[in-house]
């Protein structure tokens, strides 16, 4: 893994795992089942140790799928410049990076 990636995996690690570094943002569809259900569905999230070539191919950990109570449940990670305006020149670099993962429901995907 080069030096890169693995910044890119370590940023995206403390957003998904501890809320750092970025924004969350949440569907309306993982809205509708209500809060006890989004805490079981973020911490599922957080706790998501399964990576593989399959589900992670460039190793940086920006995209995964949980199961929650039978709910299929997608995050991502998007890298956006500081105004969320256009995508980031350099995802390794949060000096000019914003980082929004998205928690949704497998058919909002």
Same mark, same amino acid.
């Given at each position: 893994?080069?030096?890169?990636?693995?910044?890119?995996?370590?940023?995206?690690?403390?957003?998904?795992?501890?809320?750092?570094?970025?924004?969350?943002?949440?569907?309306?569809?993982? *809205? #509708?089942? +209500?809060? %006890?259900?989004?805490?079981?569905?973020?911490?599922?999230? /957080?706790?998501? !140790?399964?990576?593989?070539? $399959?589900?992670?191919?460039?190793?940086?950990?920006?995209?995964?799928?949980?199961?929650?109570?039978?709910?299929?449940?997608?995050?991502?990670?998007?890298?956006?410049?500081?105004? *969320? #305006?256009? +995508?980031? %020149?350099?995802?390794?670099?949060?000096?000019?990076?914003? /980082?929004?993962? !998205?928690?949704?429901?497998? $058919?909002?995907?």
């Amino acid at each position: 893994m080069s030096d890169r990636t693995a910044r890119i995996r370590a940023l995206n690690d403390a957003l998904r795992v501890d809320g750092r570094g970025g924004r969350i943002m949440v569907t309306q569809g993982i *809205l #509708a089942h +209500g809060e %006890a259900w989004l805490l079981q569905a973020i911490g599922a999230m /957080r706790h998501q !140790t399964e990576f593989s070539d $399959d589900n992670d191919p460039y190793g940086e950990r920006d995209f995964g799928s949980v199961d929650v109570d039978g709910e299929v449940i997608f995050w991502k990670i998007d890298y956006y410049d500081l105004t *969320l #305006a256009a +995508g980031s %020149a350099d995802p390794a670099d949060p000096t000019v990076t914003t /980082r929004v993962l !998205t928690l949704m429901l497998a $058919d909002e995907y």
